[in-house]
């Protein structure tokens, strides 16, 4: 079991959103053929750009209409005992409630 804290104001996801990014572009570098990678870097890049850059604000429907980064996680990665898993979780999992987070 991993011990992860889930974010829990804006800056903290801006944080997370950065240190993921970063950590699944050295996954889309190192593994070129396993294309999951490249899915989850541009879903998480769309989402960093119409969250946080756009400020456009996303109902839990339209979140899951856009993107399926929740469930490439499930099928793909144990949240439980992989540190990455729980971090896109918490990304996709709070990205409707990212207005309602404090600043600080």
């Known amino acids: 079991m991993i011990i992860y804290k889930e974010v829990q104001t804006k800056k903290e996801y801006r944080e997370l959103m950065e240190e993921i990014l970063i950590e699944t572009h050295g996954f889309v570098v190192k593994f070129p053929?396993?294309?999951?990678?490249?899915?989850?870097?541009?879903?998480?890049?769309?989402?960093?750009?119409?969250?946080?850059?756009?400020?456009?604000?996303?109902?839990?429907?339209?979140?899951?209409?856009?993107?399926?980064?929740?469930?490439?996680?499930?099928k793909n990665f144990d949240s439980e005992n992989e540190l990455y898993a729980r971090k896109l979780e918490d990304i996709f999992g709070a990205a409707s409630e990212y207005y309602t987070l404090p600043e600080n």
Do not use: A, H, P, W
């Open 33 to 74: 053929q396993i294309t999951m990678y490249k899915s989850i870097f541009d879903q998480l890049y769309d989402i960093k750009n119409t969250i946080i850059i756009q400020q456009k604000e996303l109902d839990e429907d339209e979140i899951d209409e856009r993107y399926n980064l929740g469930g490439i996680v499930s």
